[in-house]
Each structure stands twice: as structure tokens, then as C-alpha cells.
């Protein structure tokens, strides 16, 4: 069965860095586009980056747009996102997503597989 396990979460002081990862089991992702979507408490879900399957086009949302970087490895079936000069307002539930088609889009209605779900908090 299809998988998705995101890990690196933490708590992490403001201007800080963390590295989440999201590895894909029961199947190849490879030809997959992948993402990462995130929810504050009370908030909607939103988008926060993608990358096509080959890896040559990623999109952010504006918000962390200079801070955040995504990419994959597709040997290893992992996406990453490594996430810069963290701010309060980064605090979440961070979930990775899979997209059967190879295109990646900013909707989360357009994704098939979805993690569990990684806790983000920044605070000092």
C-alpha cells in the first residue's frame, strides 16, 4: 500500500532552520509530482511549494518565497524541504502530498496521496 512519512519536525527558535523529509513507500513516486501543504491551528490548509517529477520546475507560495527551498530524489523516492529564517507565522501541521500526474499545481484538491503530518513550531 502507497505511503507517505514525513519526519523532521520540531520546535526551532525564530531565523532558524529545519530540514523535513517525506519518504514514499509501496510504490515508486518517480514519475510523480510532490509537494508540501501546511495548516495552522484553525486555519485552512494552504500550499507552501511543489516540484514536478523530473525536479526542473518548483513553485512557493509567496509567503515563504527566498526561505524555503523543495526538492526530491527520486532514487530514494524522498522529497525535502529545507526551510530558512523561520518566522512565528511558519508554525504548523506540515503535510507532504503526491500527484499521480507528473505536473505540479498549488491545489490541493489536484493531489492523490497524502503523510500524516509534521509538527512545525517556531518560537523563542
Known amino acids: 500500500q502507497a505511503q507517505l512519512v514525513e519526519s523532521g519536525g520540531g520546535l526551532v527558535q525564530p531565523g532558524g532552520s529545519l530540514r523535513l523529509s517525506c519518504a514514499a513507500s509501496?510504490?515508486?513516486?518517480?514519475?510523480?509530482?510532490r509537494a508540501w501543504f501546511r495548516q495552522a491551528l484553525g486555519k485552512e490548509r494552504e500550499f507552501v511549494a511543489a516540484?514536478?517529477?523530473?525536479?526542473?520546475?518548483?513553485n512557493y507560495a509567496d509567503s515563504v518565497k527566498g526561505r524555503f527551498t523543495i526538492s526530491r530524489d527520486n532514487a530514494k523516492n524522498t522529497v525535502y524541504l529545507q526551510m530558512n529564517s523561520l518566522k512565528p507565522e511558519d508554525t504548523a501541521v506540515y503535510y507532504c502530498?503526491?500527484?499521480?500526474?507528473?505536473?505540479?499545481?498549488?491545489?490541493?484538491?489536484?493531489?492523490?496521496?497524502w503523510g500524516q503530518g509534521t509538527q512545525v513550531t517556531v518560537s523563542s
Open positions: 509501496g510504490r515508486t513516486f518517480s514519475t510523480y509530482a
Open positions: 516540484i514536478n517529477w523530473v525536479g526542473s520546475i518548483t
Open positions: 502530498a503526491a500527484r499521480v500526474a507528473g505536473r505540479s499545481t498549488t491545489s490541493d484538491l489536484t493531489y492523490d496521496y
